[in-house]
């Protein structure tokens, strides 16, 4: 068996591979320089320390009894014949046979269309953390493009370590995009009573400079100086060595309800390469965080071991969590724009809320900041589709 | 099976408390606690997948 792609997705699904009795080879093959580590770190404590990344190495079995290639880099899927190529270290790609294959390539961060200029960074990888990381040393004006998820982050690390720190947000509230325009005015107060200038409403239209980047400008038309622009505006799956093997187009890999690739043989797909159908639902949808790689690897292996007939993928209960200053955000379930949100406790003063998601009057998802106490029955509510309205809500409604 | 928290490791991210309730929770001060040390056979699983979703290796099971 061949897993590609050696972040959590693909040592995961190696993990559960193993865990639900396969015993032939495994390999494991991913393109960075070194064994998996925690990502979720970059834009927290990695960013703000000096941390090395052996520090914020994934915790993983010795035993993992798998052959892992690390700097080696898989170009091209044959489908009919099921064999991947794989560039190891920079040698010419060899072909290696699979009976079966998982696809845990992960994503990278889409850019902004502009030349390259120094002090642009993104966020995926511990290089980019570490170059961002030695240029914030040189105490810059910060300037965070999107302000979404990672770009929240960055923006609540670089503002702990006392920089002057802006965010240029499209929409009109921090984090909309994954949590809708309400919960992420709490996001937006947040950031801005920390000190960090939020620019909502606010697209960028023109990095200025010459080989440095000098200021961002906004369509606003308002110019903002930076020594250090951050780009967070979101992700590609990681898909270009998938080209000509025939799979049908997507935005990522294409997976059935039980994960299983469309247009595959004996492949299936993990974490935030994939584009997932449920059974549900007519769009595919990539789910990008941490708990769904572990769960989809763990449901990836099940069908690559037990074929067609393997059950679906449970996408109803997912979790991600982010922290932003002294704050802890936790989301369950698929929150979505256009979701009735009710607030059953929203404290600005102790930066404490708690919103439930309904769609057609089920319960879809909840947003807990500062309110770890909701996770139980958050998680219960929005895996049981609980009816609106939840009554007795407060206290009686909890644990 | 015994199921420990490193509180010290623990970031609160909560990713046990969603695939394990009856077991774990967040305590006030941010860091999970395990209300069964020794867990009950029926959630034997759900706890260990509470320790492959663990972000920061938190969690370790002892068996016994
Ligand atoms: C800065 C940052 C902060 C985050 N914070 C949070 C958070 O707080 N909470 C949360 O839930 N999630 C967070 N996430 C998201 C989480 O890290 C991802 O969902 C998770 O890493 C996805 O795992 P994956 O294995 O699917 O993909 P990835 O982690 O992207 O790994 C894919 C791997 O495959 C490799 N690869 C790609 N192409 C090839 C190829 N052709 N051949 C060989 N190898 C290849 C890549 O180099 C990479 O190592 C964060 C992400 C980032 C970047
Ligand atoms: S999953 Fe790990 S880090 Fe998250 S709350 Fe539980 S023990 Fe803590």
């Known amino acids: ?399 | 099976m015994k199921v420990v928290v490193d509180r010290s490791a623990c970031q609160g991210t909560g990713l046990c408390v969603a695939v394990a309730a009856e077991v774990f929770e967040i305590e006030d001060d941010g860091a999970a606690i395990a209300h069964h040390e020794l867990v009950p056979a029926e959630w034997a699983q759900s706890v260990r997948e509470a320790v492959s979703a663990c972000p920061v290796g938190a969690l370790r099971i002892v068996e016994d």
């Open chain 1, 1 to 399: 068996m061949l897993v590609v792609g050696a972040s959590i997705a693909g040592v995961r699904a190696v993990q559960a591979l193993r865990r639900q009795g396969y015993e032939g080879t495994l390999r494991l093959v991913g393109d960075e320089d070194v064994p998996a580590y925690r990502r979720p770190e970059l834009s927290k404590r990695f960013l703000a320390g000096d941390l090395s990344v052996d520090q914020i190495a994934l915790a993983t079995p010795a035993d993992l009894d798998c052959d892992v290639l690390l700097n080696a880099r898989a170009t091209r899927l044959e489908v009919a014949d099921q064999r991947v190529w794989i560039g190891d270290a920079g040698a010419d790609p060899r072909p290696y046979r699979f009976d079966g294959l998982v696809i845990a390539t992960g994503a990278h961060a889409r850019r902004l269309r502009v030349p390259p200029m120094a002090g642009v960074h993104v966020l995926r990888t511990h290089q980019d953390a570490e170059l961002l990381r030695a240029e914030l040393a040189t105490s810059p004006r910060v300037v965070v493009v999107g302000g979404g998820l990672i770009g929240c982050e960055v923006a609540a690390t670089c503002r702990s370590l006392g920089l002057a720190v802006t965010i240029v947000e499209p929409t009109g509230a921090l984090m909309s995009g994954a949590i809708g325009r309400e919960v992420g005015a709490r996001i937006t107060e947040l950031q801005s009573g920390h000190g960090v200038d939020v620019c909502v409403n606010c697209g960028v239209t023109e990095l200025r400079g010459g080989n440095r980047v000098e200021s961002v400008v906004t369509s606003g038309g308002r110019e903002i100086a930076a020594d250090v622009v951050v780009v967070g505006i979101g992700s590609e799956p990681n898909t270009s060595w998938l080209a000509g093997s025939g799979l049908p187009p997507a935005t990522g890999v294409l997976c059935a309800p039980n994960l299983a690739v469309v247009g595959a043989r004996r492949a299936v797909g993990a974490g935030d390469v994939v584009a997932w159908k449920s059974s549900g639902s007519a769009r595919p949808v990539r789910m990008e965080h941490w708990e769904n790689a572990v769960r989809q690897a763990e449901t990836a292996a099940h069908t690559l071991l037990l074929g067609e007939s393997a059950p679906g993928f449970d996408g109803t209960g997912g979790l991600f969590w982010s922290h932003q200053f002294d704050a802890t955000l936790h989301v369950l379930g698929d929150p979505r724009a256009a979701d009735e949100v009710r607030f059953l406790e929203d404290d600005p003063g102790r930066q404490r809320a708690v919103a439930c998601y309904a769609r057609d009057g089920r319960v879809m998802a909840f947003a807990l900041l500062n309110s770890a106490d909701w996770l139980g029955s958050a998680g219960r509510l929005v895996r049981q589709r609980a009816a609106m309205p939840l009554h007795g809500t407060g206290e009686p409604l909890r644990r």
